[in-house]
């Protein structure tokens, strides 16, 4: 079954190029050029991914996000002309799954759509026990982590981090986010040691950490667990 993707954009120009993008990947699509008329469509339709302006004529896109994700968790990809490290931040902690900055290319969205709707096929398994994913195995159940079969020793903070990246595999993760996830409110801005922490984690889990290839860096804004390629 063809997924269906709405096009929340007020630019005429850019909905057709996303549209013609989504075209030969054989997906469907509707379009909004308002936040009222893609509320029309959100509550209507059984839409697989939404892809969303920021700027639009009569709200703010976060407004969307944050109401959608009162009622729903479908995939939700900014694609804004807004370019800065905080509009990143608050799109993503309002609940978008990732961040796409105009320009881009048809490739680099067609690539990021790939990744979310991976990710929404596995969101029923998020809870799951065992995660299997090139050559790492990470078992919630009995806080273990094994790569090539070999088992790695992660200390508890290190895995409660893991955890929580794996469980969002494809998603965007801010800095906050982790944060609050693993330590609380409290440390919810301290940066400096998430980093050490993921220098760690890298250096156990990747082949070469200087170029990783499960958790990459959002620069800026977090951290992204690749998971299956």
């Known amino acids: 079954m063809s997924k269906l993707f709405l096009i ?3 630019d005429k120009q850019i909905r057709s190029f996303i549209g013609f993008s989504l075209k030969t990947q054989n997906y469907e699509y509707m379009e909004a050029s308002s936040g ?6 959100i509550k209507t339709n059984n839409l697989d991914v ?6 639009l004529p009569d709200m703010d896109g976060l407004h969307i996000i944050k109401q959608v994700r009162q009622f729903s968790q479908i995939p939700i990809i900014v694609v804004s002309g807004r370019d800065q490290d905080k509009e990143k931040i608050d799109a993503l902690d309002s609940g978008a799954d990732d961040y796409i900055t105009k320009p881009f290319s048809v490739n680099e969205l067609l690539a990021r759509i790939r990744v979310i709707l991976r990710h929404s096929e596995k969101e029923l398994n998020n809870n799951k026990m065992l995660h299997k994913t090139g050559d790492l195995e990470i078992n919630i159940t009995n806080h273990t982590v094994f790569k090539n079969g070999i088992e790695i020793h992660l200390t ?8 929580v990246l794996v469980n969002n595999s494809g998603k965007v993760l ?13 440390l919810e801005s301290d940066t400096q040691s998430l980093r050490v922490f993921m ?7 990747e082949n070469d950490p200087t170029n ?6 959002e620069v800026g804004v977090g951290y992204r667990f690749v998971g299956d390629q």
């Open 199 to 205: 220098a760690n984690i890298r250096r156990k889990i």
């Open 36 to 41: 009222k008329e893609a509320f029309n469509i």
């Open 8 to 10: 929340i954009e007020d």
């Open 212 to 217: 990783p290839k499960y958790i990459m860096t």
């Open 50 to 55: 939404i892809l969303l302006d920021l700027g």
């Open 156 to 163: 508890p903070m290190e895995f409660e981090i893991i955890k």
């Open 174 to 186: 801010t800095h906050s986010y982790i944060l609050k996830q693993v330590w609380g409110s409290y």
